[in-house]
């Protein structure tokens, strides 16, 4: 029986030890971009770590295995179970550089696991058990708990729990551990009584952390954004957070802002009329991202305008634009306009399953920080796009700031051009972002910037247009390559625009 309890532990503790692995990652992704930076990175540091603690495992004492084993467990608990409302807090409210404290706790949590599974084979082995029957099932177990908690992880843990609850969660699991062989061998451990109130206290301190999850996040959040916040989820793609401070609502994606309500009408207006004014025969539209229906609704001022669809890939950004009231003031019911099909995917993979055909398209993605958005800024995505969109059409992206990022938004330009379409380049200033731009894009026809609109708009007129379409010479166009699939060159331009910026 003592020996499957081990056994069963090693399933429990390879689990919990991939699942702070993942929450660190995930959480420096939401926090800092670039993804394949923050996994490899923290991968690297983790896996270092756990060599360190398994070579440590050795100078443990035969006779102290069992209880160093439970030791690191509630060790581990605690760390693990904090190491989400650590972070969070720490970069949400202290000076302290977020990176050193990452990969100290990751280091620390890391070594601590590595020191589990050594311990765990040292006590079977100390029971008569086959040594290859003991590497067989302890392995076994360990790989099959790292595959359970890699499937619930982004299916289950994060969208549901979110990072902060999971930690807690998987803490709780690790004190668990502890306490179950604390009981199963509670005849050969000596100083019960101190060694069980150490267990209580711990598991208090995570359940008690696990109930006030909520509160921590707001509290976190509070910190990082400063106004009141009005909705915020956890989605199996991103973290939304909509703010509120007197008559402004802001949207938040993973921390970075997305709009305004008080200057958004000069980014949608800019992104969309300059187009649709120059296609009074359009009947179709496409709008790729903008799961907020802002861009949509400039869109459906156009009475010609027959049909639109919306490829947003997350439901939970499009339910929430759609239902919620200040958010359906805000794009005027645009959502629900019957002239709308809203496709919840990958903008990517619809493109390449659809055989629509469209007079215009507005892609409206996030910035390109990450890996998984550089490829909706890449030379075969745009490729598709072109293949949607009449000959004599238009397509619009947004390409990030021409002042703060300007090597990125001359890569989309660049990327755009190799695949055979004229470039209109333009800008606009939203107070919220500074200066921003766009790309206007012709498969084949000729644009020229409109001298007025049918519409009435609340800042685009002949002389803003005018200036949109000319670039002063700290704007001036550098000479870029081609963002492709393969080299993702735009994110690492992106970045260090932007490192720039900072400093």
Not at 9 to 17: D, K, L, Q
Not at 150 to 177: D, E, I, Q, T, Y
Not at 409 to 419: F, H, K, P, S
Request: proline share 5%; net charge neutral; charged share 15%.
């Amino acid at each position: 029986m003592t020996k499957r309890i081990l056994i069963l532990s090693v399933f429990v503790v390879a689990s919990c030890g991939l699942a702070y692995e993942l929450i660190a990652g995930a959480l420096s992704s939401y926090l800092l971009g670039d993804s394949i930076l923050q996994f490899s990175t923290i991968i690297g540091c983790y896996l270092f770590a756990m060599g360190v603690g398994a070579h440590f495992s050795k100078y443990v004492e035969d006779g102290d295995v069992l209880s160093r084993f439970i030791d690191i467990e509630l060790a581990v608990g605690l760390v693990g179970g904090l190491s989400a409302a650590v972070l969070f807090m720490t970069f949400s409210w202290t000076e302290a550089p977020f990176r050193t404290v990452l990969y100290v706790m990751v280091f620390m949590i890391g070594a601590m696991v590595g020191m589990e599974v050594p311990l765990v084979m040292r006590a079977l082995n100390d029971r008569d058990t086959g040594f290859s029957e003991l590497v067989s099932r302890v392995l076994t177990f360990d790989y099959l708990g790292a595959l359970a908690v890699s499937v619930l992880f982004p299916l289950v843990l994060a969208p549901k729990l979110g990072l902060v609850r999971s930690g807690f969660l998987f803490g709780m699991l690790n004190v668990g551990v502890a306490m179950w062989t604390l009981h199963a061998f509670r005849r050969e451990l000596d100083n019960m009584a101190a060694r069980v109130l150490r267990a209580c206290a711990v598991m208090c301190v995570l359940v008690l952390g696990f109930g006030l999850s909520d509160r921590l996040v707001q509290w976190g959040e509070h910190g990082l954004f400063g106004d009141d916040i009005v909705y915020a989820t956890n989605t199996p793609y991103q973290r939304l957070v909509i703010t509120r401070f007197h008559q402004d609502l802001r949207l938040h994606i993973n921390g970075n802002l997305q709009f305004s309500s008080r200057d958004e009408y000069r980014y949608h207006e800019a992104l969309v009329h300059p187009a649709l004014q120059s296609l009074p025969w359009a009947r179709r539209v496409l709008v790729l991202g903008g799961g907020d229906g802002l861009a949509l609704r400039e869109v459906l001022r156009y009475p010609h305008i027959e049909h639109v669809t919306l490829v947003d890939l997350d439901p939970a950004m499009t339910d929430a634009f759609a239902t919620r009231p200040e958010l359906v003031a805000l794009n005027r019911g645009a959502l629900r306009d019957p002239r709308v099909k809203v496709v919840n995917g990958d903008a990517a993979v619809w493109l390449k399953g659809s055989a629509e055909m469209f007079d215009a398209a507005f892609v409206d993605f996030p910035d390109p920080s990450s890996f998984a958005l550089g490829k909706l800024y890449s030379v075969p995505f745009y490729a598709g796009l072109k293949n949607h969109v009449a000959a004599n059409g238009l397509i619009v992206v947004q390409a990030t700031s021409p002042f703060f990022a300007p090597h990125a938004y001359w890569t989309v330009d660049a990327t755009l051009r190799e695949v055979g379409m004229r470039t209109y380049p333009y800008h606009v200033y939203v107070p919220s972002f500074g200066e921003w731009g766009f790309i206007l894009a012709s498969p084949q026809g000729a644009f020229a910037p409109p001298a007025n609109y049918r519409l009435p708009m609340r800042f685009l007129n002949a002389e803003t247009t005018r200036a949109m379409f000319s670039f002063p010479p700290d704007m001036a166009p550098l000479k870029m390559a081609p963002n492709r699939l393969n080299t993702q060159s735009l994110v690492r331009e992106f970045e260090r625009d932007w490192k720039e910026v900072v400093r």
